[in-house]
Nanobody, 125 residues
Framework: QVQLAESGGGLVQAGGSLRLSCAASGRTFSSSAMGWFRQAPGKEREFVATISANGGTTYYLDSVKGRFTISRDNAKNTVYLQMNRLKPEDTAVYYC??????????????????WGQGTQVTVSS
């Protein structure tokens, strides 16, 4: 059974940084694209960033381009989201997700099969 566990969330002032991690259990991590999504109170879940299975392709939500970086370490079955120059509007619960058996990066949440429980990120102004 695949399990995803996020960590690294917390409270940070605007302009600060956080690094989220998502550790995956189970096999075939290295053949699966991964993604980060977020959900703010009263809003729908939205795509943040995605990375292909080999790490060669990444896509980002326009509002985080240049501030967030997604990366992965297939030897550790872990995907990361480095978040810099955080803004209050980045406040949300952040979820990692796995496209089981699909190598291509995608922003479509409907193509992700497994989701973590989420980690809270709060940015104060």
């Amino acid at each position: 059974q695949v399990q995803l566990a996020e960590s690294g969330g917390g409270l940070v002032q605007a302009g600060g940084s956080l690094r989220l991690s998502c550790a995956a259990s189970g096999r075939t991590f290295s053949s699966s694209a991964m993604g980060w999504f977020r959900q703010a109170p009263g809003k729908e879940r939205e795509f943040v960033a995605t990375i292909s299975a080999n790490g060669g392709t990444t896509y980002y939500l326009d509002s985080v381009k240049g501030r967030f970086t997604i990366s992965r370490d297939n030897a550790k079955n872990t995907v990361y989201l480095q978040m810099n120059r955080l803004k209050p509007e980045d406040t949300a619960v952040y979820y990692c997700a796995r496209r089981w058996g699909r190598a291509e990066a995608s922003s479509n949440p409907n193509t992700y099969d497994y989701w973590g429980q989420g980690t809270q990120v709060t940015v104060s102004s």
